[in-house]
């Protein structure tokens, strides 16, 4: 699926507050995941990632929670920061056949941090 | 290590007038490569993506279209640009090991407007 045809969706949180932002993803057999990270006007940064045999992964202040059940994918951030504040982009990786990988991105969430 | 060079930052062009954006990597060789575009607040939607010299895939019918004359070398173009055509511009690499955690890594993009 393309991630077009839809305004962002925004999450505004206080300056040390825990951020939550989810992303519902398509298909069941999706064998890995990335979080993206994109400041204004520039290109998305990779952030943390999570292969499906795992349900949970932590980075620094990040943590990517995984439900297979519900196709569901989280990122969590700790004591949010002004720096922070960018559109977060969810990404699914399928095998498209011929050892050929294809990444889908979810529709992306604005995060604001009210300092 | 590998770097995305992706030129030029901002390109302010009337429409009718051709395009050439390029994208060059370094520190790699095989990569698959990419095209995105997203609209101002919205995702990312794939254009283009190349698994070799010469093999392009277009995901979305449009004015634009794309080459890869080299290895490691990106173009998109168009012959005459239409407004519908700003936007913000990324190339993208991935490593093609066949493998099925590989990351994507973006250029810091271009941003058209077209007049």
Redo the contacts between chains.
């Keep these: 699926g ?7 969706p925004t999450l505004s949180v206080q300056e040390g507050d825990n951020s939550i932002i989810n992303c519902a993803y398509s298909n069941s057999a999706s ?2 995941f ?1 979080w ?1 990270k994109q400041e204004s ?6 952030i943390i ?1 999570i ?1 499906s045999n795992m349900d949970k992964r932590q980075g620094q202040r990040v943590t990517v929670l995984l439900n297979k059940t519900v196709k569901h994918l989280s990122l969590q951030i700790a004591a949010t920061q002004p720096g922070d504040s960018a559109v977060y ?1 969810c ?1 699914e ?1 399928t ?1 498209s056949g011929a ?3 294809q ?1 889908t ?4 969430t ?1 995060l604001s941090v009210i300092p | 290590s590998q770097t995305i060079h992706q030129w030029p930052a901002t390109l302010v062009q009337p429409v009718g007038s051709p395009l050439s954006l390029e994208c060059t990597v370094e520190g790699t060789s095989n990569p698959n490569l990419y095209w995105y575009r997203q609209a101002a607040g919205r995702g990312l939607q794939l254009l283009f993506y190349s698994v070799g010299i010469g093999q392009i895939s277009s995901e979305v019918p449009q004015n634009l279209s794309a080459s890869r004359p080299q290895d490691r070398q990106f173009i998109l173009s168009s012959k005459k640009l239409l407004l519908s055509d700003s936007g913000f511009y990324l190339c993208a690499w991935r490593s093609r090991t066949g493998t099925v955690n590989e990351k994507l890594f973006f250029g810091s993009g271009t941003q058209l407007s077209v007049l």
């Design positions: 393309e991630s077009v045809g839809l305004h962002l064998d890995y990335i993206y006007g520039k290109g998305p940064q990779f990632d292969r982009f990404a990786n095998y050892g050929s990988y990444l991105f979810g529709k992306g604005k």
